[in-house]
């Protein structure tokens, strides 16, 4: 056996190695230097892993075994399960947890070694008289000590998805692994796991219920009650439903007291049934929804409220009737209002209650939502006075300056001429308060609001529609048109307008909107936004203008393909500069499909 000395300079002799192993090597290559490694330093593991240095070496072998098992489960699997087996021993079994587990380079090692374990714990082998080891020693030995401790506390939950089997691959990730993937859906579910597993976790889930006051006085011990909850809601039959309510109440009532707190209620929230959510909603919601509305931490937790896979139409229309938005709109917690108007997009309901209330916050009093069932006949027939399309949207043939209006506009208060109100409604949506003539402000909140309020029904958002051309002359009279195109947010809303699956400009708007943007084009494209939204322009523009585009950036050609490659390619620069007629022609096949289809896409036309 080598002494601790020879192993650190065998351990630094393999440092080159190690780093051409890990950026190219096969499985079996990988495998085969952490076999080759650990025959000889595994009786020297537990040291190895408090040292500042050498534990980072012990760290990547460990890595590279978990990686041959995922990139090539079939070759060499029992000499990997014997290696996987040999590591977990030495360091569960023969090292001190405690020390390991309060340990700055140790705790890494260990949280390697436990997610390795299960790895390959869904491969057949068997860790469990380790994982009792270990999960015994804590317990006697230190477990609400590592509840609380900076690095005990990653150490307890690795533990805990161990003993549950559940995989977190992070740290193992391959490139073939998809990152979407959860926990939840990587449990073990090969073989029924041993009683002891989740009987040692409803345990400490009890014994960390008994005192909520210090169980969630930190970050990080909220984290692992919460995940030990979550854990043993997974087993079917599982007993702890009565200590997740004791949560959630005990989480809900102080949620505004810290950040802390609110985490918890959240992550509470993930594991409650149906009707715990309802109950939680009606009593410790309903009851205080605009004091949650209003407070820094509060907020977060009724906005995962809305984003709930039990979240109804019942409830956003409560949330709707009974919290103030104008208090919200330029507050921190501005957020919650989009989040409910992403609701009522997902539930297909309350948009016409959210835009009521909106346009009541915002003064915007030309616009006032009516039932568009008492309406009746009428509307129809002044469609067609009005150069209207049946499904509300203006016609490409209506004049530009035409009143186009689906959903009732009645007079202001102070009698004011409706042309002195034409773009205040997106001077209102933008700016999240009442429009000042035409002072424009470009708030992040009134671009997420827009970027969902546009994807209600066509007659809800007729007059914001209409109102565009008018907020667009606006933008271009004050030179903000291109600080519209270019910012990070409304980028976005001016995509979504161009988009053609959602029909919310005409033919005639997009040539208006080219018109507007033909000065700026090249600055645009030089711009990582303004460059998506050309692409989008591109994309819902005819031949024609595709065409005056292309010609305008020709000359620009190799600046605009050196800053963006993909922009370039979107739009195909590249092919019109080098023969335009070959282009034509690749263009012409889209040009007439829509041709062809042009009384189905715009029947009025």
Known sequence: MLSFVEVEKYLRSLRECIDK???????????LLAANAFSQIQEHIPTLATHQSLSRYVEKLIAFLAHSLMEDPENELDEKRQLCQSICTHLMMKGDVETLSMDQFGSHVLQSTLQCGTLFEHQGLNLSEPLQYFAATVEDRCLFRMLHHQSGSHVLRSLIKAIACAVH???FRSAKRKPTEKIEVLLHAKHELDEWRFARLERWADL???????SFSTSQSSSTVCLVLKMCQKRPGSNVSHLCNKVLEHCFLRCTESKTLSFAAQECLEICSNEDFNRVFKTMVATRAQELSENQFGNYVIQSIIGHRYFQTSHLEELLNTTDIGNLLLSPSAALIWRLCEAAVTLGTGQALFVKKLMSTLNISSYTVKDSKKKGSKDKNSRAKEGQRSDGAPSPDSPDNADERSVEETPTDDGSDMDASK??????????KPPEKTRIHLRATGASILLHMLKFERKLIVNVLSDFKHFLRILKSNARLVDFATDRHYSRVLQLMLDRRQGLLTEKQVKRLFKYLKPHLFDLAMDTNGAFVLSSLF??????????????????????MNRNKKFAGIIHLDSFCKSESVWTKQQKPGESVRTLFKDIINPES
């Open 21 to 31: 192993v890990q950026e190219e090597s096969t499985a079996s290559e990988k495998y």
């Open 169 to 171: 691959a992070e740290p």
């Open 208 to 214: 960390f219920c008994k005192d909520l006051g210090g």
């Open 423 to 432: 773009g205040q409604l997106w001077l209102a949506l933008t700016s999240c």
């Open 539 to 560: 994309q819902a523009s005819p031949l024609q203008l595709r065409r005056s585009l292309l010609t305008e950036l020709a000359p620009h050609s190799k600046e605009i």
